[in-house]
């Protein structure tokens, strides 16, 4: 098995103000929407001069600063790991240390940082978008007639995989049977949200309001608000109540409908789905109850969403 982190990181430069300012201003209007991202999910990047600044891992969006809560990777190096990678043994401690040799010590790019690597373009963004989710559902040739509206737009759709390395070497073969064109892109990550691929932080900001208006409405979103968690009182033993009693439809189960679902809570742990419209979770600060809430109101809303044959 090939070792990929057998060299020291390399030591770069810090990257220009105006680029991570502007990457973080870009993180934080993404990480502010519940609808594109959910607890510390989601992820930015901006490439220069062969250089990536891109998220740390474990880095929520809206914390992102222009001098903090992201990370510099020498993109050149990556890319030589990686090739290393697909010839070899493609493993995930071998993708991680690859991410580690060509990041800064100490410190650890997004775990998606391959996916935005092998995109071209200089800027691009991860959301965990559940209006994409949810159009992710449908089959290829729907998804394709759907999108046809965002002209300019190379809109590729990539399975269902793993996070981390088995999504990098899944985007990577869409990639190599269907190379992009122009300087826009979209990838649909079925289960996983969207990649977002521009000339510009505000192309990327403009393509994903675009997609957003759109495919809100069509799914009627709006019917659908996230529950406050701060409406009911707290239960005993930090136990609180979650409650989707003004939806029109909800089907709540501890079978996962978002990926992240499976990752954050464990039943019986810190969750109990008492009904289709009700969950207890169990949180030790307000933090983390937050966090709770927004996964569970992901959770809940792909779940009343249904099969593809909802509208």
């Known amino acids: 098995m090939t070792n990929l982190n057998n060299q020291p990181a390399p030591s770069t430069p810090g990257p220009p103000l105006t680029i991570s300012a502007r990457l973080a201003q870009l993180s934080r209007r993404l990480g502010l929407d519940l609808l594109l991202s959910q607890g510390a999910s989601g992820n930015t990047a901006v490439k220069q001069s062969g250089r990536m600044v891109i998220k740390a891992t474990r880095t929520r969006l809206i914390d992102m600063t222009e001098s903090t809560g992201w990370v510099e990777v020498d993109l050149a190096r990556l890319h030589r790991d990686f090739e290393t990678l697909w010839a070899g043994a493609a493993a995930s401690e071998n993708y991680l240390a690859a991410l580690d040799a060509a990041g800064p010590p100490g410190g650890r790019p997004s775990l998606e940082t391959g996916l935005h690597a092998?995109?071209?373009?200089?800027?691009?963004?991860?959301?965990?978008?559940?209006?994409?989710?949810?159009?992710?559902?449908?089959?290829?040739?729907?998804?394709?007639?759907?999108?046809?509206?965002?002209?300019?737009?190379?809109?590729?759709?990539?399975?269902?995989?793993?996070?981390?390395?088995?999504?990098?070497?899944?985007?990577?073969?869409?990639?190599?049977?269907?190379?992009?064109?122009?300087?826009?892109?979209?990838?649909?990550?079925?289960?996983?949200?969207?990649?977002?691929?521009?000339?510009?932080?505000?192309?990327v900001g403009e393509m994903s309001d675009a997609f957003e208006a759109e495919f809100r409405k069509a799914f009627r979103l709006?019917?659908?608000?996230?529950?406050?968690?701060?409406?009911?009182?707290?239960?005993?033993?930090?136990?609180?109540?979650?409650?989707?009693?003004?939806?029109?439809?909800?089907?709540?189960?501890?079978?996962?409908?978002?990926?992240?679902?499976?990752?954050?809570?464990?039943?019986?742990?810190?969750?109990?789905?008492?009904?289709?419209?009700?969950?207890?979770?169990?949180?030790?600060?307000?933090?983390?109850?937050?966090?709770?809430?927004?996964?569970?109101?992901?959770?809940?809303?792909?779940?009343?969403?249904?099969?593809?044959?909802?509208?």
């Open 222 to 311: 709006s019917d659908f608000p996230p529950p406050e968690s701060s409406a009911t009182p707290p239960l005993a033993n930090g136990w609180h109540r979650i409650l989707f009693e003004g939806w029109p439809r909800s089907n709540l189960t501890e079978t996962p409908n978002f990926f992240e679902f499976a990752e954050h809570f464990h039943p019986g742990e810190n969750l109990r789905v008492v009904s289709p419209r009700e969950a207890h979770v169990r949180a030790l600060d307000p933090a983390e109850l937050e966090t709770h809430r927004q996964v569970l109101f992901a959770q809940a809303l792909l779940g009343a969403q249904g099969t593809p044959g909802t509208p």
């Open 118 to 203: 092998l995109l071209p373009h200089p800027w691009t963004a991860h959301v965990h978008s559940l209006a994409g989710q949810i159009l992710g559902r449908r089959p290829e040739e729907e998804i394709f007639a759907r999108t046809s509206f965002l002209n300019g737009v190379a809109v590729r759709v990539i399975p269902a995989v793993p996070p981390g390395v088995a999504l990098t070497a899944a985007v990577r073969d869409a990639l190599q049977e269907r190379p992009l064109t122009g300087d826009r892109c979209l990838l649909i990550l079925r289960h996983h949200g969207l990649v977002w691929g521009g000339p510009s932080d505000t192309a």
